[in-house]
């Protein structure tokens, strides 16, 4: 696997951390968290019933959506103080687009601990037209915006949080393989 | 130095671009022997070296018109060829410091540069801009200061910050690169930019350059080659331009391969910058016809047993599966078997 | 490069500013904030070579201003400078070279220096960009020297007494984007990083230059296996001077323990480590030493030199 390829490890906490923010796109913590333990807070989005949004609370709290949840990360992390440990888990779009909110409130790789859950399902970026296109599972994706057959690669911007997507037949046109499921 | 310009030719359409006889003997040939595998092959960026390409910081050559020219065009149809994120502001103006003093002080017939304090006056003659502004103020400039410079220089440059042990690609201009697109890399560490480069990561050569890299001192520049083939003398070999000319490597046949087939040979040069501590790196690209290569002897016979060697995962990372076939039946016709000096040097004086 | 002292400014009894201009006039080379010098200083029985941070603006180009502390058991250079160096005079230095980049992801910078470690921070303050919050521990007799080289500005703080700065809760609260720079001497630069350690603080937002604190030591002997020499190092010179010293040139360049260049393998004997490249693991083996700062807790040590 190429070295632009992010490796996750299994979701753990950094005992160097004051603070700790586990977020994640699924309605259930992550395994191995103890919610014990004073100093953690959780979010995971869950439908409580259209539109409705949970009661508030503390330090477990639950959104409507993912983008709910990324506005209000944004405010929190811009109170936050250095010695905070964050913590994404979900799907791989997600979890970068949370590190990318990190990195913007000014948090360092270090400080930031991600992991992949569900099925592989990549966000690919079409380097011809610039379009970003989600939920990708084959290694061939064709893009809405320009109309290319792209080769998904592995390599991957996490700045982007997507894969690089190139003409499959640039060199010769309308010679397309056919698609595999991608394996992670 | 001596500079001798031609008007532009073209690097894109018709290709128009031709090497004169002066041109061909001081390409930077890039085997030293008979084959080829990657290496760290850094050495001082200083004057002197089997070509006077390697004499000035900044080499210029008689293409210098036509390709400031031709990146002009890349940028009018894409200006996310040149991006710099906002923390590297001071490596833009060291960056224009550099490349100014540089290239006044190496051909100081056709660039000029005075200061008055902070007030510049920069004169670039080829080129026809005399430009007043202030060192630190980019409001006097009528492009920010790295874009500015960049575009009347040949080859392409990277800003790379040095932070946490590591080198991140933060900035750039490229418009001439070998396939690779700056938008999508910008932001990534040394080690994710050059993923996707094979075999070179088992053998720990991106280690050591990195270690070496980090301690790249001011006023100590450094410099090695690479290469790669190109179907038609075309700079813009970018991946978002890859629908324009991949159809161009699948038309090289046997009865055009010596006149559309190119040598791109980089000479990639790394400085540490001050005000910044971002290095520099440079990525000046030269290109020649095989037909043009195959003038000079020893590279003819060293170039078909390279290429007719070479390792296949190479071969197939720098993209010449296609046409590998049809290379090695040309230049074999250039190879009468006989043994080549080791070293780079043309070792003719005319062709 | 050959320079000429143009200017001498006692600040205090202990402290004096340098100015340096090229030997002929030409323009200097551009330095960043947080670059040194190295410069050579003819002693009395040998050159020392001292390291010292350029106060002055990456935009003089004319002039650069050091300023220096006279150490107490002086080593030999500050001494010189302090007493004999004048108007006039040539050193030569080499290059700038900066191990202690503003580092340009940060919000806000988090600057905290004490004694002499005030040198890069008065660059610094020439060319920041972001918000900044400044705060300088000194002994009360240098608090006029330091005082008249700050600005008075509601983010520059003078602490006279060390247990006036609230370093727990300075630390404790700083918003993500804040970057902490520290320069001082090793005790004080020893405390501000445990501390911040302890409160959680990751290594890429904490940078640091040492000057050092306890130079020299008991003299030991050093066996260089692979050019088969045995050099005495003495109690006022560091391993690597006295390596020089017998001929050898080996790699080197910040000489304070920093940059890695100087590694060395060691084959035999207890190094004293004094550097900050090596990890806990390299130190707990003893198989490399930076002979640049480090001396040894064995009467004798074998280098792979």
């Not at chain 3, 660059?123 to 006029?144: I, M, N, S, T, W």
């Not at chain 3, 083996?285 to 040894?296: D, E, K, T």
Request: glycine letters at 8%.
């Amino acid at each position: 696997m190429i070295k632009s390829r992010p490796v996750y490890r299994p979701f753990a906490l950094d005992v160097t951390g004051r603070a700790h923010l586990v977020i994640t796109d699924q309605p259930q913590p992550p395994e191995a968290l103890d919610l014990a333990l004073a100093n953690i807070s959780l979010w995971t989005v869950k439908t409580i019933a259209p539109g409705v949004p949970a009661p508030a609370a503390e330090r477990c709290r639950t959104f409507r959506a993912v983008p709910e949840m990324f506005a209000f990360l944004s405010h929190y992390l811009s109170r936050a103080s250095i010695g905070l440990r964050f913590y994404a888990v979900g799907s791989e779009p997600f979890i970068w687009d949370a590190y990318n909110i990190g990195t913007g409130a000014g948090l360092t790789a270090a400080e930031m601990f991600l992991a992949q859950s569900g099925p592989p399902c990549r966000r690919v970026y079409c380097c011809h037209c610039k379009t970003m296109i989600d939920d990708v599972k084959e290694t061939i994706a064709v893009c809405p915006g320009c109309g290319s057959s792209l080769q998904v690669r592995d390599h991957f911007s996490r700045r982007l949080a997507a894969f690089m997507g190139v003409k499959v037949d640039a060199e010769t046109p309308g010679n397309i393989p056919l698609p595999e499921l991608l394996s992670s | 130095m001596n500079l001798i310009l031609k008007p532009a030719e073209t690097y894109r359409g018709d290709y128009s671009v031709r090497n004169s006889d002066a041109a061909i003997l001081r390409f930077p040939f890039p085997f030293p022997e008979d084959s080829y595998m990657y290496s760290v092959n850094i050495e001082p960026h200083v004057p002197g070296g089997p070509s006077v390409a390697y004499d000035a910081a900044f080499d210029l050559d008689e293409h210098y018109i036509g390709e400031c020219a031709d990146r002009a065009i890349t940028l009018a149809d894409d200006p996310m060829r040149c991006i710099v994120m906002p923390h590297l502001i001071d490596a833009e103006w060291d960056t224009l410091e550099l490349l100014m003093e540089s290239l006044a002080k190496d051909y100081p017939e056709q660039f000029v540069l005075t200061k008055d304090g902070a007030v510049w006056h920069w004169v670039n003659h080829p080129l026809g801009i005399d430009q007043k502004f202030t060192f630190g103020d980019a409001t006097t400039l009528p492009y920010p200061p790295f874009e500015f410079i960049t575009r009347q220089v040949q080859g392409d440059f990277t800003l790379q910050d040095q932070r946490d042990n590591n080198l991140f690609v933060e900035g750039g201009m490229v418009t001439a690169q070998a396939d690779w697109s700056l938008n999508f890399d910008a932001g990534m560490s040394f080690m994710e930019w050059h993923a996707p480069v094979p075999l070179a990561h088992q053998s720990g050569v991106f280690e050591r350059a990195l270690a070496y890299l980090l301690r790249l001192q001011y006023g100590k520049p450094v410099r090695r080659l690479n290469w790669t083939l190109t179907a038609n003398p075309r700079l813009d070999t970018s991946p978002e331009n890859y629908p324009i000319w991949g159809p161009e490597k699948a038309a090289i046949t046997p009865e055009n391969v010596g006149e559309r087939l190119c040598l791109r040979v980089e000479l990639q040069t790394l400085t540490r910058l001050p005000r910044s501590n971002a290095i520099l790196f440079g990525i000046r690209g030269y290109l020649i016809r095989l037909e043009e290569l195959t003038r000079v002897k020893k590279w003819s016979r060293r170039m078909h047993r390279l290429i007719r060697d070479l390792h296949p995962d190479i071969a197939t990372y720098k993209g010449m599966s296609g046409y590998r076939q049809t290379i090695i039946d040309y230049l074999g016709s250039f190879d009468d078997g006989a043994p080549t000096s080791s070293g780079t040097a043309s070792e003719q004086t005319s062709l | 490069m050959k320079l000429k002292i143009t200017g001498v400014v006692p600040l205090s009894p202990t402290i004096r500013e340098f100015l340096l201009a090229d030997a002929e006039g030409a323009p200097l080379p551009t330095a960043g904030a947080g670059a040194h010098i190295m410069l050579r200083i003819p002693g009395p029985e040998r050159m020392w070579k001292n390291a010292y941070s350029l106060v002055s603006s990456p935009e003089d180009h004319h002039e650069y201003k050091i300023i220096v502390r006279r150490v107490e058991h002086s080593r030999g250079g500050s001494a010189w400078l302090h007493d004999h160096a004048a108007i006039g005079d040539m050193l030569e230095a080499e290059t700038p070279q900066n191990l202690f980049p503003i580092p340009l992801l940060a919000y806000k910078h988090l600057l905290l220096s004490a004694g002499i470690g005030i040198t890069p921070m008065l660059a610094y303050l020439q060319v920041l960009r972001k918000p900044f919050e400044l705060h300088h521990c000194g002994k009360l007799e240098d608090a006029g020297a330091f005082a008249g080289l700050l600005p008075t500005a509601p983010n520059v703080f003078m602490h006279t007494n060390r247990n006036a700065l609230d370093l727990e809760y300075l630390l404790a609260h700083q918003t993500l984007g804040t970057h902490l720079s520290v320069c001082g001497p090793a005790s004080f630069m020893d405390v501000v990083l445990q501390t911040a350690q302890n409160l959680g603080w990751p290594g890429a937002k904490v940078h640091k230059e040492s000057f050092g604190g306890a130079t020299g030591g008991t003299p030991f002997i050093a066996h260089l296996r692979r050019s088969n020499i045995t050099i005495s190092v003495g109690a006022d010179e560091s391993l690597l001077e006295a390596i020089e010293t017998a001929g050898l040139t080996p790699p080197s360049l910040c000489r304070g323990g920093a940059c890695g260049v100087c590694e060395t393998a060691l084959l035999d004997g207890v190094p004293d480590h004094r550097d900050h490249y090596l990890s806990d693991t390299q130190r707990a083996c003893n198989s490399a030493i930076m002979p640049c700062v480090s001396r040894a807790k064995t009467p004798e040590l074998v280098l792979d030199i």
